[in-house]
């Protein structure tokens, strides 16, 4: 079965960067950016395990998304807006490592696939994937935050070889940023979400 997503946002590139992630994180789902509700409405909605959409465009036509409370998540800028009762949101003003944690908390309490609530099957890494133990450890430290002299100190080894190891990580993954590489390590249970 096909996955659809939505994201109904006015903002391109922010849109954008939440396709790359949304993405990486669900690889079999089909994600489609509407600028606004209108070209929503026409693209037969029904179609969309989920719809993304701005805090402006939600409230704007809350009849709507209210009718779909479990499929609709409201983009937020920021902490400061009211908790409202089964109103999921998601804080797209924090950096990557933190908006990828949060989506993948969303998709693991069964908002990012279907069969809510159950766990996805685990993806075997083909041969092209899989990390040597030092790359592993260098991936760990990268998704906890360290900088190439941080993994270096912290490993023992110089700056130039945490840096291809850095290079190297991002090859097999075919990792485009730090993104992809704490969604292969939290997808893989190499790392959980609790130790990012």
């Given amino acids: 079965m096909e996955i659809q997503i939505a994201i109904v946002e006015e903002n391109v590139l922010a849109a954008m960067?939440?396709?790359?992630?949304?993405?990486?994180?669900?690889?079999?789902?089909?994600?489609?950016?509407?600028p606004n509700f209108e070209s929503l409405v026409i693209s037969q909605p029904e179609q969309f395990f989920h719809f993304f959409v701005s805090s402006a465009i939600y409230f704007e036509h809350a009849t709507y998304f209210q009718q779909q409370p479990h499929r609709s998540?409201?983009?937020v800028h920021g902490n400061g807006y009211p908790r409202l009762a089964g109103l999921l949101?998601?804080?797209?003003?924090?950096d990557v490592k933190s908006l990828v944690k949060d989506v993948l908390a969303l998709r693991s309490h069964g908002h990012g696939h279907p069969g809510a609530g159950h766990p996805g099957p685990s993806v075997p890494?083909?041969?092209?994937?899989?990390l040597s133990s030092r790359e592993t450890e260098v991936a760990i430290l990268l998704a906890r935050g360290c900088i190439?002299?941080?993994?270096?100190?912290?490993l023992n080894i110089s700056l130039p070889t945490a840096i291809t190891h850095r290079r190297n990580i991002m090859e097999k993954l075919h990792a485009r940023s730090?993104?992809?590489?704490?969604?292969?390590l939290v997808t893989?249970?190499?790392?959980?979400?609790?130790?990012?």
Wanted: charged share 25%; hydrophobic share 45%.
């Fill in 17 to 34: 960067g939440l396709q790359q992630i949304l993405e990486d994180i669900i690889p079999m789902a089909t994600i489609r950016h509407f």
């Fill in 73 to 75: 998540i409201v983009l």
């Fill in 89 to 94: 949101t998601l804080n797209v003003c924090q």
């Fill in 125 to 130: 890494p083909s041969s092209d994937e899989v």
């Fill in 148 to 154: 190439n002299k941080e993994v270096a100190d912290r």
């Fill in 178 to 184: 730090l993104a992809d590489i704490i969604v292969h």
């Fill in 188 to 196: 893989r249970g190499i790392i959980g979400l609790d130790e990012l």
